[in-house]
């Protein structure tokens, strides 16, 4: 892991003079290697940041096992895109430091960024079994959870999250998405329902919480939260389409067709889907020709798009 030689120490000021006398007189290398890590922590907020390398390099030379210098210069490296060694560091720094949760969590994020979800897993472990611990660590494993498809699991830590912070609004879209995917919509809508509670304008929670209703098979409700979602921005254009399909599906025709077309005039280059679909509907109301347009329509935006 010294993949650095040892570089010419620099003193700015006194209070930095003063800590290396200390790291001179100490005879505990361990004390010393920490008061480096201070040095060049407060050389990185100062903005020195290639002397504070230099600090941390000293320190893990006096010291082998300090976990706070390996951390440190893994947060460095990361800034300075050097990611295989920012993550080797943090690895080394939880490695000498077992109870090092902010490397454990660090560690956990870059593999997951480089698809090993088994090995994020572990460090995430690691992390969030310390005390005190911050929400997001247990929403970043609840998350890999989700990825590889254990949503007990995941529902767990967003849970776990929540009840860390009650204004968690990430955590409780991610655990009513796991919940829509173990079809147990109720909670998914329950979860929504506190979004809401808190971000009342929120249009992601209106949306999904329509697909809940739809799932839950209460079309009345989804229509009502695509609409309130149109009232906040009436050129949103998914909206239409998917409050067009519930009246559709009602046999609500005249709505489904204004709806459709509301959907076309919005945006008419990527419509095709909405033209098909209309036509459809022309085709249940017993009008053939207008069917047929709509269908002629689809098929050469398609063209115009695709080539063929």
């Given amino acids: 892991m010294l993949r650095r030689g040892h570089a010419p120490l620099v003193v700015l000021t006194s209070g930095f003079l003063f800590l290396l006398s200390d790291c001179a007189a100490s005879a505990n290398p361990s004390s010393e290697a920490l008061a480096y890590v201070s040095i060049g922590k407060k050389l990185v907020r100062t903005g020195h940041t290639t002397q504070a390398r230099d600090y941390f390099i000293k320190a893990i030379l006096t010291d082998p096992k300090c976990s706070a210098a390996y951390y440190e210069r893994a ?30 969590y660090e560690a956990g994020k870059m593999c997951v960024g480089r698809e090993r979800d088994s090995e994020a897993l572990k460090y995430f472990d690691i992390a969030c079994a310390v005390g005190n611990c911050n929400q997001s660590w247990f929403c970043e494993r ?48 329950a979860d929504l329902t506190s979004v809401l509670g808190l971000e009342p304008e929120n249009d992601k929670a209106h949306v999904e919480r329509a697909l809940a209703y739809r799932n839950l098979r209460q079309p009345d409700k989804a229509i009502a939260e695509y609409t309130q979602v149109l009232r906040a921005d009436p050129e949103s254009v998914g909206p239409y389409r998917l409050r067009a399909s519930i009246y559709a599906e009602q046999k609500q025709w005249d709505k489904a067709v204004a709806d459709y077309s509301m959907a076309i005039k919005l945006d008419p280059y990527f419509s095709f889907d909405s033209y098909e679909a209309r036509a459809k509907v022309y085709d249940q109301m017993g009008k053939p020709d207008l069917a047929a347009k709509d269908r002629q329509k689809a098929q050469s935006i398609k063209k115009e798009r695709t080539g063929h």
């Fill in 75 to 104: 947060l460095d490296e990361q800034i300075h895109g050097q990611f295989d060694n920012a993550l080797a560091d943090f690895k080394m720094a939880v490695q000498t430091d077992q109870k090092n949760a902010r490397a454990a």
């Fill in 142 to 189: 609840g998350k890999c959870y989700r990825k590889i498809g254990n949503m007990k699991k995941a529902v767990e830590d967003f849970s776990s999250a929540i009840a860390i912070d009650r204004g968690d609004i990430v955590s409780y879209l991610l655990r009513a998405d796991a919940y829509r995917m173990m079809h147990e919509y109720n909670k998914e809508v």
